[in-house]
């Protein structure tokens, strides 16, 4: 089946350091989807990207869709302290609802 | 709007009692999905339904778990006989299959299941 190999695991980073994370598949996906998700909490929707090449901001976030709709890449400028949590990309083959495939996650760790 | 509604948000169980999870999810989204969420294995997508019907059923483990919508607004996903094994954290998501917008989903806060 299809799987997303997002990377990396995890991050240790300095508050304000801006931060890199993506996600690659095997398969062609339509749609990406990238979540944030706090300790004891659901993932919760961050940025959703629908064309090849598409570059979307969400504030301080900016993800990519890439050309080969292979791959996608989240960043985040100037983090802060609640930016900790664990990042998950998301792919789905279609461009409307429906099943989706989720990353690995990556744990996002902020020192003040 | 309340969001993706689940109860109970924890359970304490022994082996071998039957369990059920509850979900109610967002009005008019039409699209509802159970998630397993364990440090090993992820997110793993259990089953999904569209309009109340289920689509994809093969994330499903095996025959001790079931799952059913009844209606738009509530669904179940039932373990009978629990293991210690299916102890994790269980997701219902709902999304909407018809507008604009974004077509991701609304995660409920979890139901954490531990089966001792």
């Known amino acids: 089946g299809q799987q997303l190999n997002q990377s990396p695991q995890s991050m240790f980073i300095q508050e304000g350091e801006d931060v890199s994370m993506n996600c690659t598949s095997s398969?062609?996906?339509?749609?990406w989807l990238w979540y944030k998700q706090d300790p004891g909490e659901g993932p919760v929707l961050l940025i959703a990207?629908?064309?090849?090449?598409e570059l979307t901001s969400n504030g301080r976030l900016t993800a990519q869709f890439g050309i080969t709709r292979k791959d996608s890449f989240l960043n985040i400028s100037a983090s802060i302290p609640s930016d900790v949590g664990i990042y998950f990309c998301?792919?789905?083959?279609?461009?409307?609802?429906?099943?989706?495939?989720f990353g690995d996650g990556t744990t996002l760790t902020v020192k003040p | 709007d309340a969001g993706v509604i689940q109860s109970p948000r924890h359970e304490v169980t022994e082996m071998g009692q039957e369990v059920t999870l509850r979900c109610k999810p967002i009005?008019?989204?039409?699209?509802l999905f159970w998630y397993r969420q364990t440090m090993m294995r992820g997110l793993e997508l259990l089953i999904y339904?569209?309009?109340?019907?289920?689509?994809?059923d093969s994330g499903m483990p095996e025959d001790r778990f079931s799952a059913k919508m009844p209606n738009a607004s509530f669904s179940t996903l039932k373990i009978q006989p629990s293991e210690p094994r299916d102890s994790a954290v269980y997701f219902c998501?709902?999304?909407?299959?018809?507008?604009?917008?974004?077509?991701?989903?609304?995660f409920g806060s979890g139901t954490r299941l531990t089966v001792v």
């Open positions: 998501a709902s999304s909407s299959l018809r507008g604009q917008g974004l077509y991701g989903y609304t």
């Open positions: 398969s062609i996906f339509n749609t």
């Open positions: 990207l629908y064309k090849a090449g």
């Open positions: 998301a792919g789905r083959p279609g461009s409307g609802a429906g099943k989706s495939t």
């Open positions: 009005s008019g989204h039409n699209s």
């Open positions: 339904f569209n309009n109340n019907v289920p689509i994809d």
